[in-house]
């Protein structure tokens, strides 16, 4: 099995959390929420290097923020902004 560094294993522990997150939303949201959290992971695979651990380390910072404002049980819909 490969090892992954500890960035790249916070970087999938954010992602499972956002997955976690869209499960809690109403079934009729959840796939708007999911196409989000995914469009969001992929275009920064895409973007960012593996190797610029700043960007990485700022863009985890932002997912987090991010994850936690979604998670509220007050928010029942994407918007598609932010």
């Known amino acids: ?4 560094s ?3 294993r916070d970087v999938f522990s954010l992602y499972r959390m956002c997955l976690r997150e869209v499960s ?5 949201t959840q796939e708007a929420f999911l196409r989000h959290v995914q469009s969001e992971f992929r275009k920064y ?3 960012v ?4 651990f700043a ?3 700022l863009l985890l910072r932002r ?4 994850m936690e404002v979604y998670s509220d049980p007050g928010v029942k819909r994407f918007t598609g902004a932010g």
């Open 45 to 47: 695979a895409r973007e």
């Open 6 to 8: 500890g960035l790249a």
């Open 49 to 52: 290097p593996k190797k610029d």
């Open 1 to 4: 099995m490969a090892r992954i």
């Open 63 to 66: 997912g987090k923020r991010r």
């Open 24 to 28: 809690k939303k109403p079934a009729d």
């Open 55 to 57: 960007t990485i380390e």
